[in-house]
């Protein structure tokens, strides 16, 4: 500190804490440049660049710059990227997309945004679905069919199963054997005859089929296979029984429906996410 004098030196501004007197030296050199500096940089920047709210709106800065434009910037730049692909995927049908592995891979990181937005909160982000109240995507039984028409039905007219409520038509006693029936089933006993009598008197067959393997028509499923969507213990299978599937006026029935998506969806997203859906796992 060159040009710093002693503190005998220096004057003093006549203040003085304790013993310590306050003097009146320069700063240094070397601060006082970076001090001018700076100021200089904030004024450089100050007309350069967006910096203090005027009356009539922002001060937009010398070069223009703000950062919605670098973002919309960026966006156009990733949507021009993506525009040959975008409308080769609209012109393309589901199934020649299914075949060609390349728009297979862009359809599905296509679909992510609108997948997460209108179906995961239902069948979970990766199609998991919920016990008891909403089907997986990931398996291959289908309610309604797993072809690519009708995964695209399904989303664009939404599906609501119906099973009638049995209690009253049906003995109680009834109902816990047939409960017991079609776990066994599940767990890949044949079930006897005598069961098997009491399914097809009850009218189960009508829309389960006559080997209880289920009918998409009817959104109807196959009781002989270890899927279970409203849960496998006795009480659950036999509160489905009693009380049915969408079933008007029954208190305890079991709610399940499945949105449409016509209008709020474009064909296209649609016939997408349909393609995303029969990828996903068990497409037929
Ligand atoms: C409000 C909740 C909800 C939303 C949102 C929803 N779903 Fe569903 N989805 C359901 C329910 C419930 C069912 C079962 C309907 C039934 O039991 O008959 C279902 C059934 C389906 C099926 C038929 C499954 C089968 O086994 O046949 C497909 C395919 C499907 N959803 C796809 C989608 C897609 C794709 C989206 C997003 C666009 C979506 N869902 C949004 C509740 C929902
Ligand atoms: C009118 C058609 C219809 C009839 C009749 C019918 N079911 Fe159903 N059943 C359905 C539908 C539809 C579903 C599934 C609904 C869904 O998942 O949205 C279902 C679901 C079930 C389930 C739940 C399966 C699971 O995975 O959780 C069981 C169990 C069942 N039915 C047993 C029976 C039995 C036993 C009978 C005869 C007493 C019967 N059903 C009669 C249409 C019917």
Redesign the pocket.
Known sequence: MSNQRRPEEAPDTGHEWDGIRELTNEPPKWWTICFYASLLWCVVYFILYPSIPLINGPNEGLLGWTSIKEYKAEVAKYDEQRAPYVSKLEGMSAEAILKDQEMLNFANSYTNA??GD??A???GTSGQGAEG???T?LDD??????SIA??QE??TYG???QMPAFAGQVSDADIGKLADFVIALSQGNQGSDTDWALYEESGCGMCHADNAKGW?DA?APNLTDAIW?FGSSKDEVVRTIAHG?NAEGVAETRN????A?EGR?SEND?KL??V??WSMGGGQ
């Open positions: 609108i997948y209108y179906c909160a239902c069948h109240r909403f089907p995507l039984e289908w309610l309604h069919g797993g009708a995964i399904s989303v599906r609501e199963g998409t959104g969507r599937v399940a429906v499945m949105p998506f969806l649609i996410l349909a995303r859906v």
